[in-house]
C-alpha cells in the first residue's frame, strides 16, 4: 500500500475522531487555564492525569485540523472570519505541545481541549455557504412533501362529504393553492427560507381544516346502506381515514416520549381489533365486523386526542 494511500486513510480515521473529539466538553478544563499564570506549580496529582498515548493522539488530531482541515485552508486564504481563532489554537497547540514534552499531560490535555474548543467556535462562525443551502433546501423538500401528505388525506377523507359540506372545507383549503405556487417561485429564485415559511402556512391551513372538519357534523357521512356489507367498506374507509391522520398528529404536535409511547398503546389496539374485524368480514359476518371497526376507530381517536388532536366522540 502507498504512503499517499495510508496518509489518506489516516486523515480519514483523524477526522472521524475529530467529530467526537470536537464535542467533548470542555468546562472542566477551563478553569485550569485562568489558574496557570497565577499557579503554575500546582500539583498535578491533584487532577485527572490522561494517558501519554491519549495526549499524543490528540496532539496528532489538532495538528492535522490545524494544517490540512477546510478552516485552515480558509484561514490561509486570508478569511478574517477564520485567520485570529486559528491563529490562537496554533497557540494552544504549541503550548500543549510544550507541555507534553515536559511530561505534564494534565496542562497538555487542557490546551488540546480549548484548541478544539476555539475550533469548533471557529467552525460555526464559518458554516459553508453549500451546506447551508443544501439545508435550506432539504427543509422546504421536507415541508412539501408534508404538503402533498396533507393534501392526500384531505380528498380521502372529503370524498364521503355531502357536496355543501365539500365546498365549505374546499374554499377554506383554496389559499393554499397560491402559497404554494409563490413557494415554488422563491424556491427557484433560491429564496428557501422564505419558501418554506410559506409552505409552513399551508402546514397550518391544512391542520386547521382537518381539526374542524374532524370536530364538525361534516364528518358523519351519509349513513344509508343498502347491505351490511356496505356499511362495513364505510367504516373501514373511516377507519383508515383517521390512520391516515394518525403520522400527521405526531409531526404536528410533536409529543414527548410518555405521550408517544401512550398513543403508540391505542394505534396497536386499533390495529389488532381492525385485523379481528377483518377476518370476521372475510368470514362474511359483516355485522360483527362493523362492530370490531367501530372500536378500532374509537382506539384511534383516542390516540388522536392523546397526541392533542381534536376528534368527534
Known amino acids: 500500500m502507498g ?23 470542555v468546562v472542566l478544563w477551563l478553569p485550569l487555564l485562568a489558574l496557570i499564570a497565577s499557579a503554575p506549580a500546582l500539583a498535578d496529582d491533584a487532577l485527572t492525569q490522561p ?6 493522539q490528540e496532539l496528532q488530531l489538532v495538528k492535522m485540523l490545524l494544517n490540512n482541515s477546510p478552516l485552515a485552508e480558509r484561514a490561509r486564504n ?12 496554533r497557540t494552544l497547540y504549541t503550548r500543549a505541545n510544550d507541555a507534553f514534552i515536559a511530561g505534564n499531560m494534565v496542562w497538555a490535555g487542557a490546551f488540546l481541549n480549548e484548541a478544539l474548543s476555539v475550533m469548533e467556535d471557529a467552525a460555526r462562525l464559518a458554516s459553508d455557504p ?13 415541508l412539501l412533501e408534508d404538503v402533498r401528505a396533507f393534501d392526500a388525506t384531505y380528498q380521502d377523507v372529503r370524498k364521503g362529504l355531502p357536496p355543501k359540506d365539500a365546498k365549505k372545507y374546499d374554499a377554506e383549503i383554496e389559499p393554499t393553492r397560491d402559497l404554494i405556487r409563490r413557494a415554488q417561485n422563491l424556491m427557484r429564485d433560491g429564496q ?21 372538519l374532524l370536530s364538525s357534523t361534516a364528518f358523519v357521512y351519509d349513513t344509508n346502506f343498502k347491505t351490511p356489507a356496505e356499511e362495513y367498506e364505510y367504516e373501514l374507509a373511516r377507519y383508515h381515514s383517521y390512520e391516515e391522520l394518525i403520522p400527521i398528529a405526531r409531526d404536528q404536535f410533536k409529543p414527548d ?53 381534536e376528534v368527534p366522540e
Open 51 to 56: 494517558s501519554r498515548e491519549e495526549i499524543m
Open 192 to 212: 428557501y427560507p422564505e419558501g418554506s415559511e410559506l409552505l409552513e402556512k399551508v402546514h397550518a391551513i391544512y391542520i386547521s381544516v382537518l381539526n374542524e
Open 3 to 25: 504512503a499517499g494511500h495510508s496518509s489518506g486513510a489516516a486523515t480519514g480515521i483523524m477526522y472521524c475522531k475529530s467529530e467526537a473529539l470536537i464535542r467533548r466538553a
Open 130 to 142: 453549500l451546506q447551508v443551502e443544501t439545508k435550506q433546501r432539504e427543509r422546504y423538500a421536507e
Open 257 to 309: 416520549e410518555s405521550t408517544l409511547k401512550l398513543s403508540e398503546r391505542f394505534v396497536q389496539d386499533a390495529l389488532t381489533t381492525q385485523g379481528d374485524a377483518e377476518k370476521q368480514a372475510a368470514g362474511g359476518d359483516h355485522p360483527a365486523a362493523i362492530k370490531k371497526l367501530q372500536e378500532a376507530t374509537k382506539r384511534l381517536q383516542t390516540a388522536l386526542r392523546t397526541m392533542g388532536l
Open 78 to 89: 486570508n478569511d478574517e472570519k477564520l485567520k485570529q481563532p486559528i491563529a490562537l489554537a
